[in-house]
T-cell receptor, first 117, second 109 residues
Framework: DTGVSQDPRHKITKRGQNVTFRCDPI?????LYWYRQTLGQGPEFLTY????????KSRLLSDRFSAERPKGSFSTLEIQRTEQGDSAMYLC???????????????FGPGTRLTVL | GQQVMQIPQYQHVQEGEDFTTYCNSS?????IQWYKQRPGGHPVFLIQ???SGEVKKQKRLTFQFGEAKKNSSLHITATQTTDVGTYFC?????????WGAGTKLIIKP
């Protein structure tokens, strides 16, 4: 499978614990995005990487959230001191930077569903 | 901040009826993309519109981008059970997509 993969697919944790999710993008894609999606809503942008550089981060993202993409390939998203409000689907997407007008087509992984008890 | 409003939230149709969802942006968009998310699945890219007034078709799906590049629509003719899911529009910013809340297509039994 050469698509975007995410691990784990499901995570149940207790409030106050730290969790880390991994995303492996499509291999030739240089852009990687993290989103959060709750039931009945569209994906909410969290952060974006071009290669290993984190170029944008949502102002809504608290300091408990951190993301890395150390070698410009896979990425991790860590949530510290989880809260019940963090329960959501965390989606990763990747894209290949293209020239011209418009935003790249984003290819999504299956997501990691986080439940905070 | 920039917002993309999408209506309706749900649309119930009989199989064979048409379906339409509309998106409106508070600001001019560089482009608009449409995605489909099946129940339990992840968003899958359908199409991107870039030019003012652009119309694109994919079989029974027709996508339009408004002249002012602030609104867009997706119309499905003669819906089938395979069309079930939530359809999202997403407006292009610099690198960030601003997503609508989606319209859920439900086929009446």
């Amino acid at each position: 499978d050469t698509g975007v993969s995410q691990d784990p697919r499901h995570k149940i944790t207790k409030r106050g614990q730290n969790v880390t999710f991994r995303c492996d993008p499509i291999s030739e894609h240089n852009r990687l995005y993290w989103y959060r999606q709750t039931l009945g809503q569209g994906p909410e942008f969290l952060t974006y990487f071009q290669n290993e550089a984190q170029l944008e981060k949502s102002r809504l993202l608290s300091d408990r959230f951190s993301a890395e993409r150390p070698k410009g390939s896979f990425s991790t998203l860590e949530i510290q001191r989880t809260e019940q409000g963090d329960s959501a689907m965390y989606l990763c997407a990747s894209s290949l930077e293209t020239s011209g007008v418009g935003t790249d087509t984003q290819y999504f992984g299956p997501g990691t569903r986080l439940t905070v008890l | 901040g920039q917002q993309v409003m999408q209506i309706p939230q749900y649309q119930h149709v009989q199989e064979g009826e048409d379906f339409t969802t509309y998106c409106n942006s508070s600001t001019t968009l560089s482009n608009i993309q449409w995605y489909k998310q099946r129940p339990g699945g992840h968003p899958v890219f359908l199409i991107q519109l870039v030019k003012s007034g652009e119309v694109k078709k994919q079989k029974r799906l027709t996508f339009q981008f408004g002249e002012a590049k602030k609104n867009s629509s997706l119309h499905i003719t003669a819906t089938q059970t395979t069309d079930v899911g939530t359809y999202f529009c997403a407006g292009g910013g610099n690198y960030q997509l601003i997503w609508g809340a989606g319209t859920k297509l439900i086929i009446k039994p």
